[in-house]
């Protein structure tokens, strides 16, 4: 969503959030939607508008400049992506603005889901799962985008959605997270843990 973003009270349900259930989950599904709309207010559209709403540059030179280096290399990296299945490369420009708030928003919520730690007690695992609450956060972040599309219809969204398609949702705001690579141990070069990161916050 762009320029207004907007959660609608609706969505505090499964599989967002359940207010009886571990935080870490709470926090890596919701938590992402949520850090995913603050951030919009600081990508490609929304740096344009003031506090007030107004549209109006009141980004200092070097930081838009800075802003413009970080979001090209998103732009990139996302252009250089293809889905096999249908022999398609992502549009990095026509989804930069929504990457940017996938990007920054995990690490929001990541963040947020650190500093309740440090006021809290750490919870149980779940049960049958021998992952870490660490390990559990980034799963429930990664089972809001879990969906089964036709290839036409995946087609269709590249073509025209301003979203990447769910799958890059997941993949790339991890791979560029140095704390997805930290709790999943994930080796220096690696797939999900390159040398080469795209960070704009
Ligand atoms: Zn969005």
């Given at each position: 969503?762009?320029?207004?973003?907007?959660?609608?009270?609706?969505?505090?349900?499964?599989?967002?959030?359940?207010?009886?259930r571990p935080k870490y989950m709470n926090y890596g599904a919701?938590g992402?939607?949520?850090?995913?709309?603050?951030?919009?207010?600081?990508?490609?559209?929304?740096?344009?508008?003031?506090?007030?709403?107004?549209?109006?540059?009141?980004?200092?030179?070097?930081?838009?400049?800075?802003?413009?280096?970080?979001?090209?290399?998103?732009?990139?990296?996302?252009?250089?992506?293809?889905?096999?299945?249908?022999?398609?490369?992502?549009?990095?420009?026509?989804?930069?603005?929504?990457?940017?708030?996938?990007?920054?928003?995990?690490?929001?919520a990541y963040?947020a889901y650190q500093?309740w730690l440090q006021?809290n007690k750490v919870e149980p695992q779940l049960p049958?799962l021998k992952f870490t609450p660490q390990q559990l956060f980034w799963i429930a972040a990664?089972?809001?985008?879990?969906?089964?599309?036709?290839?036409?219809?995946?087609?269709?969204?590249?073509?025209?959605?301003?979203?990447?398609?769910?799958?890059?949702?997941?993949?790339?705001?991890?791979?560029?997270?140095?704390y997805f690579?930290k709790d999943f141990?994930?080796?220096?070069?690696?797939?999900?843990?390159?040398?080469?990161?795209?960070?704009?916050?």
């Amino acid at each position: 969503m762009n320029i207004i973003s907007e959660i609608p009270p609706g969505i505090l349900n499964q599989p967002f959030f359940d207010s009886d259930r571990p935080k870490y989950m709470n926090y890596g599904a919701m938590g992402y939607v949520i850090g995913h709309e603050i951030i919009h207010g600081f990508d490609d559209m929304g740096k344009q508008y003031d506090k007030d709403g107004n549209l109006f540059d009141w980004w200092e030179p070097a930081s838009n400049k800075s802003f413009h280096e970080k979001a090209q290399c998103i732009v990139q990296q996302y252009a250089n992506l293809t889905n096999e299945k249908i022999n398609m490369t992502l549009n990095g420009i026509n989804t930069q603005g929504e990457n940017i708030a996938d990007n920054g928003g995990i690490k929001l919520a990541y963040i947020a889901y650190q500093k309740w730690l440090q006021r809290n007690k750490v919870e149980p695992q779940l049960p049958g799962l021998k992952f870490t609450p660490q390990q559990l956060f980034w799963i429930a972040a990664a089972s809001n985008w879990c969906s089964k599309v036709r290839p036409e219809m995946e087609k269709l969204a590249i073509m025209n959605d301003f979203h990447s398609p769910n799958y890059y949702r997941v993949i790339v705001p991890f791979i560029n997270s140095g704390y997805f690579a930290k709790d999943f141990n994930c080796p220096l070069g690696s797939k999900m843990n390159p040398k080469y990161k795209c960070r704009v916050w």
